[in-house]
């Protein structure tokens, strides 16, 4: 621990920053007391995907397959990126981990949780680019440990929160289909309450409470220590339609699931990104989950919205896979 002043600390007590520039985190399963789920139902191994910076990966699957989301005998694959506003959060945290359980066993799918790099030790562009650096290595998985039961020709990428601003992200950089990716084929994303940013603030940023564990003094720390030196939050990895971002409507897209709570401050963001988006002739499904706060699906997983949400899901993944 650091003995320099306390320069932020969050009401939860899930992120210290110093004067002197270090930072400490706690894992946000440690407000919930998050027991790590082991009921035998699913299978999970670790692999080290980018030695240089020490990034892992867990791959999970379900330990007796039942595969009824189409006609191959082999399991769609989901890339599922943490949250935790490109702060905190790790593959490893308790919620993550149990979220990627779920996620393998009901949906009955390959399941693969990548880490990235994290502010403000990394700035952005760090974690999109580790992002893209974990599909690639998906091309080269050939232990077969995933080989005999993933259907690479059928990836979603999913991520919730920054993950969610990272799959936007990739969906922009790989375009439809993902020709680069191949033999590996990206056939749909999901961006749960992703994590846009702005200079202008949104009505839901300006009227959200303070007390969730998502507040505006919380995300204004975290993009100030993500966003790259000397720019603001209008840069085009975190504002999808600022001022010097790419113009979307000739990027030829995949199917995108935006999910978001009908109370969580990053509400219109998410909103207005799936409005414009559909607008420009992108199959955009867009899900608010009403008076639901930022993180509902992890935080409460056996709640009616978080079942109903895995039920969203599932849909979505049916209706896109070959």
């Not at 393998?104 to 502010?119: I, M, N, T």
């Not at 091309?139 to 990428?157: K, R, T």
Request: glycine share 10%.
């Amino acid at each position: 621990m650091s003995d320099a002043a306390v320069a932020f600390e969050d009401s939860l007590g899930l992120f210290t920053v110093y004067e002197d520039g270090s930072v400490r985190r706690a894992s946000p399963s440690s407000l919930f007391d998050v027991p790590v789920i082991d009921g035998g139902s699913v299978q999970w191994k670790d692999y080290t995907f980018d030695p240089q910076n020490n990034l892992s990966l867990r791959l999970y699957k379900p330990t007796s397959p039942n595969n009824n989301n189409n006609n191959s005998n082999k399991l769609p694959v989901i890339y599922n990126f943490h949250g935790g506003g490109f702060c905190i959060g790790s593959r490893a945290d308790p919620i993550s981990h149990n979220c990627c359980c779920r996620l393998a066993s009901r949906l009955q799918a390959v399941v693969v949780s990548p880490d990235y790099r994290l502010a403000p030790e990394s700035r952005l562009p760090a974690a999109v680019e580790d992002g893209y650096a974990a599909l690639k290595w998906l091309q080269d998985e050939g232990d077969g440990w995933l080989g005999d039961v993933a259907d690479f020709g059928n990836v979603f990428v999913c991520g919730e929160s920054a993950g969610g601003n990272i799959a936007h992200n990739l969906a922009v950089r790989l375009g439809s289909g993902s020709p680069e990716l191949a033999p590996v084929e990206v056939k749909g994303y999901v961006l749960l309450a992703p994590f846009f940013g702005g200079t202008v603030r949104t009505r839901s940023e300006a009227e959200a409470p303070k007390d969730v564990m998502l507040n505006l003094e919380l995300v204004d720390w975290f993009w100030r220590l993500s966003v790259p030196v000397g720019d603001t939050t209008d840069h085009p990895l975190i504002n999808p339609f600022g001022p010097s971002s790419k113009d979307l409507e000739p990027v030829a897209l995949d199917p995108v699931l935006v999910v978001v709570g009908g109370s969580d401050l990053l509400k219109d963001r998410a909103k207005v990104y799936a409005e414009k988006l559909t607008e420009m002739g992108k199959k955009i499904e867009y899900v608010e989950f009403e008076g639901q706060q930022h993180g509902f699906f992890t935080i409460d997983p056996e709640a009616e919205p978080a079942k109903k949400l895995m039920g969203v899901i599932k849909r979505f993944i049916a209706e896109n896979s070959s």
